[in-house]
């Protein structure tokens, strides 16, 4: 079955540059489209996607809102922010917030593909520049790290915006095994996304 996508973003040209898009891959359906987050519960509970594709700035009520909303009462929904903007504050509010992944509207269309797919197979995608951010917003500490040299190795890499895949292609490791890594590496920080691992490491680990 492909996977199921809901569309958040308030310029009509975007969402239908995205379902455009989306069409072009037979694993993937957009089921469903809004300008804001107003009615986001009854939307999610509608159609049930799999991926929802979260602008940030948008009238009314706003991606961060929609996002805190989907997360507190479909924990199970991916959530996959856009934006035009590399702004800080709203970056690192959606990843304690729980999204699954950050990418940037002018990411080349195979990225944004590539970051959904990421994201539905319980991955998540970060868009370099992103990474960036929170190399610049996290200053290192004297933390000893409970991670073990593999997995910081790999949430190295991951922390330079590579895919699971790449990072396995990188390390000559199966892409199960840089997986399991990173599901180790959430269960040892006691964290539940990428955004999070990424930021522990530039605060903790990285010197």
Do not use: W
Not at 123 to 138: C, E, R, S
């Amino acid at each position: 079955m492909p996977i199921r996508i809901f569309i958040y973003d308030d310029s009509n040209e975007r969402r239908d540059s995205l379902k455009a898009l989306l069409m072009l891959n037979d694993e993937l359906k957009c089921v469903g489209e809004a300008m804001n987050c107003k009615n986001v519960l009854h939307e999610i509970e509608t159609f049930y996607p799999d991926v929802v594709l979260m602008d940030i700035n948008m009238p009314e009520v706003d991606g961060i809102e929609g996002l805190r909303q989907i997360k507190m009462h479909h924990p199970d929904v991916k959530v996959l922010m856009q934006t035009a903007f590399d702004d800080s504050d709203k970056i690192f509010t959606c990843i304690k917030n729980g999204a699954s992944g950050y990418i940037l509207k002018n990411d080349k269309p195979q990225r944004i593909l590539q970051a959904i797919e990421e994201v539905f197979q319980g991955g998540a995608a970060m868009n370099p520049a992103i990474a960036q951010k929170v190399l610049d917003y996290f200053k290192p500490s004297e933390i000893k790290s409970p991670l073990s040299p593999k997995e910081t190795e790999v949430l190295a890499h991951l922390a330079e915006g590579l895919s699971y895949k790449m990072v396995a292609d990188k390390l000559g490791l199966s892409y199960t095994t840089v997986n399991t890594h990173a599901k180790h590496i959430y269960e040892k920080l006691h964290i539940s996304s990428l955004g999070e691992a990424i930021a522990y490491y530039y605060k903790n680990i990285r010197q």
